[in-house]
T-cell receptor
Framework: DAGVIQSPRHEVTEMGQEVTLRCKPI?????LFWYRQTMMRGLELLIY????????DSGMPEDRFSAKMPNASFSTLKIQPSEPRDSAVYFC?????????????FGAGTRLSVL | TQLLEQSPQFLSIQEGENLTVYCNSS?????LQWYRQEPGEGPVLLVT?????EVKKLKRLTFQFGDARKDSSLHITAAQTGDTGLYLC??????????FGAGTQVVVTP
C-alpha cells in the first residue's frame, strides 16, 4: 500500500488567498484525521471523520477552516481566507479502527507558508 | 482537555550513551502510544502500552506505562545516530482520539 498521500507537499501563498490541502487515506481505513503541527503548539487535532462523516471538529480554529470528505478515498482541508498565523505543517492520518489502541498512519504532511 | 507533558524538550547525546524521555499527565488514559517523527515526515507509531505497569521492549528501546496509567517513559540503550528524531507520546482517549504531548527532540551525534 502507498500509505497516506498528501498534496501538495509545500504550499506558499499570500495572505487572503484560499488554500486547499488534499489527502488520500489508506484504502479500507474508516477513520481520517487532520492535524496541525507548529513549534509553539505541537501536534493538534483539527477534525476527524468516521465513514466520511465529521465526528469532532472542536479543534478547528475558526470559521475560516473547513474540511470535507466526499468519499472514502479523498478529503480536503480548506482555509479561506488564509492568514500568516496559519503557517504550519498539516498532517492527515487514517486508521482502521477507532477504538482504544488503534494505529494512526500519518502522511508526510503539507508545509504551508502564508506570507 | 487531558494534557500530556513531555520532558526534556531537547536532548543531545553521543552515540553509545543511554537516554530516557518522560511523558506525564494528571489524567488516566486507556492506553498510551509512542511515535517517532523524522524531519519532513509524519509521526510513525513505535508502540502502544495498555496495562498499568506494562513494560515493552523494541530492540534497544524500552517503554514503560505507569501503574496508574498516567505516565510513561521511553528508555534508549546505547543510542545510535539513527535514533535521532522527535519522540511524541500520545494518550488514547476512550473513543480512539489521540492527545499528543509536545515532544522531545533527540539528537544523537557520532
Amino acid at each position: 500500500d502507498a500509505g497516506v498521500i498528501q498534496s501538495p507537499r509545500h504550499e506558499v501563498t499570500e495572505m487572503g488567498q484560499e488554500v486547499t490541502l488534499r489527502c488520500k487515506p489508506i484504502s479500507g481505513h474508516d477513520y481520517l484525521f487532520w492535524y496541525r503541527q507548529t513549534m509553539m503548539r505541537g501536534l493538534e487535532l483539527l477534525i476527524y471523520f468516521n465513514n466520511n462523516v465529521p465526528i469532532d471538529d472542536s479543534g478547528m480554529p475558526e470559521d475560516r477552516f473547513s474540511a470535507k470528505m466526499p468519499n472514502a478515498s479523498f478529503s480536503t482541508l480548506k482555509i479561506q481566507p488564509s492568514e500568516p498565523r496559519d503557517s504550519a505543517v498539516y498532517f492527515c492520518a487514517s486508521s482502521l479502527l477507532g477504538g482504544p489502541g488503534n494505529i494512526q498512519y500519518f502522511g508526510a504532511g503539507t508545509r504551508l507558508s502564508v506570507l | 482537555t487531558q494534557l500530556l507533558e513531555q520532558s526534556p524538550q531537547f536532548l543531545s547525546i553521543q552515540e553509545g550513551e543511554n537516554l530516557t524521555v518522560y511523558c506525564n499527565s494528571s489524567s488516566v488514559f486507556s492506553s498510551l502510544q509512542w511515535y517517532r517523527q523524522e524531519p519532513g515526515e509524519g509521526p510513525v507509531l513505535l508502540v502502544t502500552v495498555v496495562t498499568g505497569g506494562e513494560v515493552k521492549k523494541l530492540k534497544r528501546l524500552t517503554f514503560q506505562f505507569g501503574d496508574a496509567r498516567k505516565d510513561s517513559s521511553l528508555h534508549i540503550t546505547a543510542a545510535q545516530t539513527g535514533d535521532t528524531g522527535l519522540y511524541l507520546c500520545a494518550g488514547v482517549q476512550s473513543w480512539g482520539k489521540l492527545q499528543f504531548g509536545a515532544g522531545t527532540q533527540v539528537v544523537v551525534t557520532p
